[in-house]
């Protein structure tokens, strides 16, 4: 009597053992799960494709235009800052006008004398009058550049725009034009922007005058505009053994905050076809103009098929033949679900 507590206690605990092995077995049957599949495959379609070719430019303005005096002095007055806009024509800076103003007073008094020596010649009967002729000639023209030398102290507008430099000071020396010198203010027409950009050999064999492009802000968070292929430049540059050619594009709304010297991203649309037949690009291999794609069968087995690629876009190609929709591909490793 006193082993039976004893031997209730082992029975309890064995049917717990029981029990706890059987959940157990029923956990691991319950959570086993079917292998992945081996292979990532996707279906050749049929839709709307675009080729497009990238590079990287910079914004300048279409138009610019650089003042500059016709002649030397000292800066007597600057009326413009950079940021300023002005029209064709408004004054935008000043020299000091007083050693024009004494040459022209003096011109002018010469070309008189030269006038008044000429009417008296002609009142001698007989006289000969060519000495006093050339005199005058001379005297007017001497005048004449005088009093563009007045007018030439005031500096104006070339073209209308906004005033994006002023290189200098009051109270300079400003040198004339032509003296190798930059000029004293420098003007762009900001409501017309453009891009320049570099384009590899293989996009620019693709590039065209008139091509839509879509053009993105590296600084301006969310900036985009829309623009054309303008011009293409028919010669390459060479840069560490790089060669790329020139496009000039169009900004149709550029961003309030758009300016001159900001780098952009270009992608110019080379290339679009609609109802095309087309297969993710991953599923390609290329070797040279030699293409083709692994496809599997509805038995699961694969096997590898020429095909012929047309338009090539960023994620998919367009297949002009050897694919038809609805057929399955293989990707490679890693490749899109």
Do not use: C
Request: aromatic share 2%.
């Amino acid at each position: 009597m006193r082993r039976f507590p004893a031997l209730l206690v082992n029975l309890v605990l064995a049917a717990l053992v029981i029990a706890s092995a059987a959940w157990s077995v029923t956990l691991v049957r319950d959570t086993k799960t079917t292998p992945a599949s081996a292979t990532t495959v996707a279906a050749v379609a049929r839709g709307t494709i675009t080729a497009t070719a990238q590079a990287d430019g910079t914004v300048h303005a279409a138009s610019t235009a650089t003042a500059a005096f016709t002649q030397p002095g000292t800066v007597a007055a600057i009326a413009v800052q950079v940021g300023d806009k002005v029209t064709k024509g408004q004054v935008l800076a000043k020299l000091d006008p007083a050693a024009a103003r004494r040459d022209l007073a003096l011109a002018e008094a010469l070309e008189k004398a030269a006038e008044d020596a000429l009417a008296l010649a002609r009142t001698v009967p007989g006289a000969d009058l060519t000495v006093a002729t050339n005199a005058v000639t001379q005297a007017r023209m001497v005048a004449t550049n005088a009093r563009a030398a007045v007018t030439g102290t005031d500096l104006t507008a070339p073209m209308a725009g906004t005033v994006v430099a002023v290189n200098g000071t009051l109270g300079d020396s400003a040198s004339a034009e032509g003296d190798d010198a930059p000029g004293f203010v420098e003007l762009a027409d900001l409501t017309r922007l453009r891009v320049a950009a570099n384009f590899g050999e293989a996009d620019a064999a693709r590039l065209r005058v008139g091509l839509p492009a879509t053009v993105v802000w590296s600084a301006l968070t969310g900036a985009e505009s829309t623009g054309r292929v303008l011009s293409l430049n028919p010669a390459g540059t060479s840069a560490n053994g790089v060669v790329t050619y020139g496009a000039t594009v169009s900004l149709n709304n550029p961003p309030p905050a758009a300016r001159p010297g900001q780098s952009v991203r270009v992608t110019v649309a080379t290339g679009t076809v609609r109802g095309a037949v087309i297969v993710d690009s991953a599923a390609v291999t290329s070797d040279g103009d030699q293409h083709s794609v692994v496809v599997r069968n509805h038995d699961g087995t694969t096997a590898r098929r020429a095909v012929r690629v047309g338009v090539r876009g960023v994620e998919t190609y367009e297949i002009k033949s050897g694919l038809s929709v609805g057929e399955q591909v293989v990707l490679p490793a890693g490749g899109p679900p």
